[in-house]
């Protein structure tokens, strides 16, 4: 009986190259699959209530002409609005809102007058920043549970409030575009 080796070894090369596609295949099967479940976890978490963004930063302005030369002159914001407030505790406060691209920063100046006025948490006297979210309701519910003293009781209708973090940092949370 003769064996011929060169077919024999042939063979044994296109069942590997044919064994070898289908491992190849197989993992991209599997690499779709696992894929789009990571995309369905994804939109799963895009219904829950969470931080969608950075709304603004609020800084209180001490020292106005350097203030306003290291944003506008040297970070390059530009001016967008500014208004004084008036009312309990933000009575007489000039705010600047300079933009640059999407960010938004308030630069708040409370005028000498009132400077023993500033008003509780929250007041935009306040170093703070504010952050969107998608749902205030839950979180601000969740917040409270948590033991966090909220400045805002009706963050639900009113779609904003502030809490001091843990490391004494003012945050808002914001429902509004």
């Known amino acids: 009986m003769k064996i011929d080796i060169s077919k024999s070894k042939k063979e044994n090369k296109t ?3 044919l064994i070898l596609r289908y ?11 696992s894929y789009s479940f990571a995309q369905k976890a994804d939109s799963k978490s895009n219904t829950e209530a969470r931080v969608t963004g950075l709304k603004y930063i609020s800084v ?3 020292q106005l002409e350097k203030t306003l030369k290291l944003y506008r002159e040297i970070l390059g914001f530009k ?8 009312g309990p ?10 933009k640059a691209d999407d960010l938004t920063i308030g630069l708040s100046l409370t005028s000498p007058e009132f400077l023993d006025s500033i008003g509780p948490i929250g007041n935009t006297n306040h170093n703070h920043f504010m952050l969107k ?3 205030i309701v839950p979180i601000g519910d969740k917040l409270k549970e948590e033991g966090y003293e909220l400045e805002n009781e009706h963050y639900a209708r009113d ?5 001091v973090g843990p490391n004494g940092e003012i945050i808002g949370l914001s429902g509004w575009d």
């Open 79 to 86: 001016m967008a609005d500014a208004e004084v407030l008036h």
């Open 60 to 62: 209180h302005v001490l």
């Open 89 to 98: 505790g933000l009575e007489g406060m000039l705010v600047m809102k300079l």
């Open 15 to 17: 069942g590997s190259k």
């Open 159 to 163: 779609k904003y409030t502030f809490f």
């Open 23 to 33: 491992c190849l295949l197989a993992m991209f099967i599997l690499a779709g699959t």
């Open 133 to 135: 979210v998608n749902d």
